[in-house]
């Protein structure tokens, strides 16, 4: 018997799911920290240890494995004391709704393969644009917020290069230092020059401010330069973050300049029944992306890009003919996108909105930006941690210093902070750099966790801080409490 899905195979499909789907429920019953702890060598030395080019050992063994050498060591999103970047927790319903996309295995590029896929995928656009405030918007689904921004920043090119008859070296794209990497990277893969994204300053917060927008608009003019794009921020990745989003479109306005939002992380808003003002402005956009594998418990992956006008995609168009014929008169949608095979992500958003509703999606997006300004108290409140500005989504940025401590020395127990925790496997935090200084980061993506949780994270922090920072030389490291630190086992170092 073959392993390929068909009629024939339908009941080894249901037995294997059933199996496969049996084991990951344990393993989330019985999952009590975000990782194994498994070293990079000894996960390495397992990898290796597998024979790719032997004979099968068929499905329920495979499988088996899989269990043992990933499930096992993998990083656990929904578990509370996981803190650490733009990873959510999934809705169950998503989850059911993958099962369902990998199965049937449509492409979304044509009708063709696709069908009703194709139309539940525009009506989610549709419906998307509809929540940004776009009467007429349109738009595709995408891998992520990187793709997203790429063919925002693509079509804004072709845009002013129409408008303007300007050569490609002397377009500029518009940003603050807080926008996401992939606005300088796609601007290097869409042949600008190397100085084409330029900073606009920010406030203490990390927010665009406005008025230098306006007279950077106007300097890049005066030296010869055409303004292409100017890029927001609805969600800055770091400080959690929303540029001013009215006053930013007015200064495109007056100068006539494409606008385009990054809204991955703060597309959430697009839902809350409270915060739904704090992207007021947004639908002044030409172009917005979104992710809901981010802020709508969505699995990786499921983002899309959507536009104002849907003449906006057109710059990505291209016909072939065993494809999408030109006056076909079929809703392909391999002339929006820039990808030819896509999968179904859409169906998993579908799903979600059906089973639970799009203001129970906003309550729970709520929930996390809630439990982040909580959690800015509690650290305000601990005369060990310092907390380094305010998130208005569900970020939190602080260091470890208690009184008398100088900044070199915190600077320096950041990166060991993290790397000890992560050993562990007990707790996951991130570190990212905010103001040239060093500091640890909480992204809370869980509408389950609690302060009671978070309060074990942060006590995990401070206490693991400690352990390093006492009678120990930062410059050398040379002391058994490093060492048990960076083999993992953070009870002995703890004990030191």
Not at 92 to 110: G, I, R
Not at 338 to 362: E, H, I
Not at 385 to 395: E, H, I
Request: aromatic share 6%; net charge negative.
């Amino acid at each position: 018997m073959h392993e390929l899905l068909s009629s024939a195979t339908a009941d080894h499909y249901a037995a294997t799911m059933r199996e496969t789907v049996d084991r990951l429920a344990d393993r989330f019953r019985e999952t009590r920290r975000p990782f194994s702890g498994a070293s990079r060598e000894e996960l390495g030395a397992l990898v290796d240890a597998v024979d790719l080019d032997g004979p099968g050992r068929g499905t329920a063994e495979a499988l088996r494995e899989v269990d043992a050498l990933f499930v096992r060591n993998a990083v656990w999103f929904h578990h509370p004391d996981y803190a650490a970047h733009l990873n959510c927790p999934v809705a169950v319903p998503a989850v059911a709704a993958e099962a369902v996309v990998a199965a049937v295995n449509a492409s979304l590029d044509t009708y063709d393969q696709s069908t009703a896929g194709t139309l539940m995928e525009r009506r989610l656009v549709a419906w998307t644009a509809e929540r940004i405030g776009f009467t007429a918007g349109d738009g595709i689904f995408t891998s992520g917020g990187t793709q997203s921004n790429l063919q925002a920043l693509l079509i804004a090119r072709d845009h002013a290069l129409a408008a303007s008859g300007a050569t490609l070296d002397r377009l500029v794209v518009l940003a603050t230092g807080s926008s996401h990497f992939s606005v300088q990277k796609s601007a290097r893969l869409l042949g600008l020059g190397e100085d084409a994204v330029l900073g606009v300053a920010t406030d203490g917060h990390g927010r665009m401010r406005p008025e230098v927008l306006a007279a950077a608009l106007d300097a890049a003019r005066t030296a010869g330069r055409v303004p292409m794009c100017v890029v927001a921020t609805a969600g800055t990745t770091d400080r959690g973050c929303i540029d001013p989003l009215g006053p930013i479109a007015d200064a495109c306005d007056a100068a006539g300049v494409w606008l385009h939002v990054d809204a991955a992380y703060g597309c959430g808003l697009l839902v809350s029944p409270t915060r739904r003002h704090l992207l007021d402005g947004i639908e002044r956009a030409r172009s917005v992306t979104v992710d809901f594998h981010k802020s709508f418990f969505q699995p990786v992956s499921s983002s899309a890009l959507v536009v104002r006008h849907a003449r906006d995609l057109a710059p990505v168009a291209w016909y072939a003919d065993y494809l999408n014929p030109e006056g076909s008169g079929e809703p392909n949608q391999v002339d929006k996108s820039l990808q030819t095979t896509r999968r179904f992500d859409a169906l998993k958003l579908w799903v979600t909105l059906r089973a639970l509703g799009a203001d129970r999606l906003g309550d729970m997006f709520d929930a996390v930006v809630d439990l982040a300004a909580a959690t800015h108290d509690l650290v305000e409140q601990d005369p060990d941690l310092r907390l380094v500005g305010r998130s208005q989504l569900s970020t939190v940025l602080f260091r470890y210093q208690p009184p008398g401590v100088p900044d070199a020395r915190a600077d320096a127990l950041v990166p060991l902070v993290r790397r000890a925790l992560f050993d562990s496997g007990r707790t996951i935090v991130a570190k990212t750099v905010v103001d040239g200084r060093p500091c640890l980061k909480l992204t809370l993506l869980n509408p389950d966790s609690t302060v009671e949780d978070v309060l074990r994270v942060l006590g995990a922090v401070r206490d693991a801080a400690a352990a390093l920072d006492a009678g120990r030389d930062l410059a050398t490291g040379l002391d058994r409490e490093l060492d048990a630190v960076l083999d993992g086992d953070l009870d002995g170092a703890l004990a030191w």
